[in-house]
C-alpha cells in the first residue's frame, strides 16, 4: 500500500530461520518501490486470536483514511480466524506500530456457519458498494470446489456471513470445504461487526483450497490503457478480476469477468480457472500468495507475488534465506479484454548504469552471440525478433496441449524449425551452466501460428539436487505481423522474463555453481532451421538496490 507518499510491504516472515515456521508480520517501506527499509515486525502473535500465528491478510483504508489491516490468526484451537488492526499513531508515515482490535476474532469459524475450520484464510481487501456497505472474500474449499466466501460489515470491526446487500464493505478470505474452493464473502457497515453472505462471491469443483485471493476492478474497453482503479470501483466499462492461489498446485490463476454489486455474484467471462489458451496465470515460472494494491499516486495497480525455492531445505538453512518478492509489476487489461498484461515498474529502471545496443543481426541456425559490455550476473535485456515466414514453422502435433510439458519435451538444445531462438542466460564460459529463455513457433492444426515461449532451466546448474524444471506457456501473439518481443530481469538467482510485451510471464529460480558474480555470461542464441533476424537487442548492467 500508500500511505502518506510512503509504499508499505508487510511480508510472511520467520525470525528463528531460513524454514517456514514461527511467522510474523515483517515490515519494510520505501518511497520508490525498489530501495527498502526495514520497519521491524508490523504483526505479530500476541493475543488469543492469533497466538500461534499471523498469517497473510490485507489492507483497506477507511473512509477517513484510516489504514486497517484484516489478517488470519491461529487461535489455541489451531482454527483459521479473522482479526483486525489499525495505526496506533495515524501521523506517523511509516506506521511503526498496530493497535488490535479488543473484538478479535471479527469472523471465525462456528457450528452454524459450518466455515472448515483449516480452510478460513487470507482476507483481501475490502470494497464498498453503492449502498456504502463493505465487502470482503475469504479463500476456502468444500469438497474439492474452490470458492470466494462474502462477509459484509458496515463499522469493519462487526462481520457477518450475509445473503443480502445492505450499504457496507466487502471483504474475501480463502477457505475450502472438503475439495471445492471458495471465495468466503463478507460485508460490513462499519469495518467491524461483519456478516458472511450464505452465497459464495464464486466458487469451481475440484480446484481445491484458494489462499489469497484478489479481486478488483480493471478499466475494460480503453484499448490496453494502463491506467488502475480503486478496488471499489464498478461501472460500464469496468471488468473485475479474481485471482486464487491455489493449494494443490502452487501456482497463481486468474479469470476475468463481471461482478454484479447488487447481488454479490462474480461470474467469469470463460469457465475454469486456468484456460491454457489465454494464458491466465499471473506467472508460469515459480510465483505464488501474490498481491495487488491501487498505487492512486501514479494511478496504477502494482502486483507483488513470491517467488519460493528451487534448492533443498538444507541449502536454504545453509545459505540463510528462503523466499524472495519479484519485481513489483504494473498490471492491467489487454486491448483484447481476454487477458492481463504485466510489465516491470518504470522505476526499475532508475538502477541502469552502463548499456550496450546491439544493431539489427540475423541470427543464423544454431549460432550464439554472446552479449558483453554489461554485468551478466545483474542485467536487465530487451531483445525483439522480425517478423517471421510462417510457412518454415514446424506442425504442431494436436497432441501438444500442455505447454510446460512442451517445453520440458522440447528444450532449448532441441532443434526445431523455428525456434528456439531467445536468450541464454547465467550462463558459464564453456556452456556447462546455462538458464535458456525462448520461443518456438508452430503452425498450428488451422494453419495458424502457435508461439510457445519457454524457460528452460535443465542446464541452469551443476547442482543436481535443485529443481531444474522447465516452465513454458503459450503466448497470444502473431509472429507473422508484428515483431516478437523478450524482456528479461536477472538478478543473480532469479530470472524474471516477460513476453509479447507482458502477455505472458515466466519467473526461475536458479542457483548455478559456475556462472556467478563476473564468471556469468549472457548470450543470444538461434537453435532452430531457420534464420531468424534480431531486430532489436538492448542491455544494461543494473545496479544493487538498497535495503536497509
Not at 482503479?229 to 469477468?257: A, E, Q, R
Request: overall charge neutral; hydrophobic content about 35%.
Amino acid at each position: 500500500m500508500i500511505y502518506k507518499g510512503i509504499y508499505h510491504l508487510f511480508y510472511q516472515y520467520n525470525p528463528k530461520g531460513a524454514v517456514w515456521g514461527n511467522i510474523v508480520w515483517a515490515h519494510s517501506t520505501s518511497t520508490d518501490l525498489i530501495n527498502w527499509t526495514p520497519q521491524g515486525y508490523g504483526i505479530y502473535p500476541s493475543h488469543p486470536s492469533d497466538i500461534n500465528g499471523t498469517w497473510s491478510g490485507s489492507t483497506t483504508f477507511l473512509q477517513d483514511g484510516t489504514p486497517a489491516i484484516l489478517y488470519t490468526g491461529i487461535n489455541p484451537k489451531n482454527q483459521q480466524v479473522q482479526n483486525l488492526a489499525v495505526p496506533k499513531n495515524r501521523s506517523d508515515p511509516y506506521l511503526k506500530d498496530w493497535v488490535k482490535n479488543l473484538k478479535n476474532p471479527l469472523m471465525a469459524p462456528t457450528p452454524q456457519n459450518r466455515i472448515n475450520a483449516s480452510s478460513f484464510r487470507d482476507p483481501t481487501t475490502a470494497w464498498m458498494g453503492r449502498d456504502k456497505i463493505w465487502r470482503v472474500i475469504i479463500g476456502s474449499k468444500v469438497d474439492r470446489k474452490g470458492m470466494a466466501v462474502l462477509y459484509t460489515s458496515k463499522d469493519f470491526v462487526n462481520w457477518v456471513r450475509a445473503d443480502h446487500p445492505d450499504s457496507t464493505w466487502r471483504l474475501l478470505v480463502g477457505s475450502k470445504h472438503d475439495q471445492k474452493g471458495l471465495a468466503v464473502l463478507y460485508r460490513s457497515k462499519d469495518f467491524v461487526n461483519w456478516m458472511k453472505v450464505d452465497h459464495p462471491l464464486h466458487s469451481t469443483e475440484g480446484t481445491g483450497m484458494w489462499e489469497c485471493p484478489d479481486f478488483y476492478p480493471v478499466l475494460a474497453g480503453a484499448g490496453g490503457t494502463e491506467v488502475g482503479l480503486d478496488t471499489s470501483v464498478v461501472g460500464p466499462n469496468v471488468k473485475h478480476v479474481l485471482k486464487v492461489s491455489l493449494d494443490d498446485t502452487k501456482h497463481d490463476h486468474y479469470t476475468i469477468g463481471k461482478y454484479d454489486p447488487f447481488v454479490d455474484v462474480y461470474t467469469p467471462d470463460h469457465d475454469g480457472l486456468a484456460d491454457q489458451d489465454l494464458g491466465m496465470r499471473y506467472d508460469y515460472g515459480k510465483y505464488y500468495a501474490s498481491k495487488t494494491f491501487f498505487d492512486w499516486g501514479k494511478n496504477r495497480r502494482i502486483l507483488l507475488g513470491w517467488v519460493n525455492e528451487s534448492s533443498t531445505e538444507d541449502d536454504d538453512v545453509a545459505k540463510g534465506w528462503a523466499g524472495v518478492h519479484t519485481i513489483p509489476r504494473k498490471i492491467w487489461l489487454d486491448k483484447s479484454g481476454k487477458q492481463l498484461v504485466q510489465w516491470p515498474i518504470e522505476e526499475v529502471e532508475k538502477l541502469r548504469e552502463k548499456g550496450v545496443k546491439k544493431p539489427c543481426q540475423e541470427l543464423k541456425p544454431g549460432s550464439v552471440h554472446e552479449v558483453t559490455g554489461v554485468t551478466a550476473e545483474q542485467a536487465d535485456v530487451e531483445i525483439s525478433f522480425g517478423k517471421l515466414d510462417l510457412s518454415k514453422a514446424e506442425k504442431l502435433d494436436p497432441s501438444w496441449t500442455d505447454p510446460q510439458a512442451l517445453c520440458t519435451r522440447k528444450g532449448a538444445s532441441v532443434r526445431g524449425a523455428l525456434g528456439p531462438f531467445g536468450l541464454l542466460v547465467l550462463g558459464s564460459k564453456c556452456m556447462q551452466e546455462y538458464t535458456a529463455v525462448f520461443f518456438r513457433v508452430f503452425q498450428g492444426h488451422d494453419g495458424k501460428p502457435v508461439v510457445l515461449m519457454c524457460s528452460d532451466q535443465s542446464k541452469s546448474s551443476r547442482n543436481d539436487e535443485n529443481d531444474k524444471a522447465s516452465y513454458g506457456t503459450f503466448v497470444d501473439v502473431n509472429p507473422a505481423l508484428e515483431n516478437l518481443s523478450l524482456r528479461t530481469l536477472i538478478d543473480h538467482s532469479i530470472v524474471e522474463s516477460f513476453g509479447a510485451h507482458g502477455k505472458s510471464v515466466i519467473t526461475a529460480r536458479v542457483y548455478p555453481l559456475l556462472a556467478i558474480d563476473g564468471a556469468a555470461h549472457l548470450y543470444a542464441f538461434n537453435n532452430g532451421t531457420q534464420s531468424v533476424k534480431a531486430s532489436r537487442l538492448s542491455a544494461w548492467s543494473m545496479k544493487k538496490a538498497r535495503i536497509g
